[in-house]
């Protein structure tokens, strides 16, 4: 099992790089216009490339700083494939441009990640493989994915969100307002975990809800 201590204390002191590198108002502006002309729908059993193709361009870029290459050698091909439980969920989501190339991925469902036949809980939903194309970072590609998820769950009783992240993916849930509660392991085979934090984000009196 990966700790991932190590790994975070180097991706803090990347992500302060990132911010001394932060882009201007004006940039900021462009990249909401962009959001806004995002298409963003329900995903099916037909994108299953599309949407492989964007985790096999993301995942191992992503996760390269943050977990030794031999667990990656065995946990990336179990990420980088579209899961076709979540492709019939009917809340799996793919953004896309105007011409329909997907640029990102992500979905929430009520069952836990890496846990079948786990309880489930009518007012917990679970976010679910969350992927941006590297070439589309920091357009607000993933916050529209997510905005998407809350409001489907809400409709139908979500309270909050659990998320079991990656390391490197922590930053980004936290500005989604999501807290860290603790650490998590996934199975993803026998033998074979992939650690990180755990989540929460509850859906009601969201710092992004209107007053």
């Keep these: 099992m990966v700790t991932g201590e190590r790994a975070l204390t180097l991706f803090r002191k990347q992500r302060v790089l990132n911010i001394a590198r932060a882009p201007s108002s004006q940039m900021v502006k462009r990249v909401e216009d962009m959001a806004e002309r995002i298409v963003v729908r329900v995903a099916g059993s037909d994108d299953a490339e599309a949407i492989g193709a964007v985790l096999r361009a993301s995942y191992p870029k ?14 990336l091909p179990f ?11 009917g809340t799996y989501y793919l953004a896309a441009t105007p011409d329909g190339t997907v640029v990102g991925c992500g979905g929430w469902t009520f069952e836990r990640p890496g846990e079948p036949g786990s309880a489930i809980y009518p007012t917990q939903g679970h976010i679910r493989h969350f992927a941006t194309h590297p070439n589309w970072i920091r357009r607000g590609i993933g916050r529209t994915l997510f905005e998407r998820c809350v409001a489907e769950a809400r409709a139908v009783g979500v309270q909050r969100f659990e998320c079991y992240a990656s390391v490197v993916a922590q930053p980004f849930y936290a500005a989604l307002g999501f807290v860290t509660v603790g650490p998590t392991t996934i199975e993803l085979e026998p033998g074979l975990t992939f650690s990180g934090p755990r989540m ?6 969201r710092a992004t809800d209107p007053p």
């Design 79 to 89: 990420m980088v494939r579209a899961n076709p439980a979540l492709l019939r969920s």
């Design 200 to 205: 929460i984000c509850h859906l009601t009196n």
């Design 62 to 75: 992503l996760m390269a700083p943050a977990y030794p290459a031999d667990v990656l050698a065995r946990a």
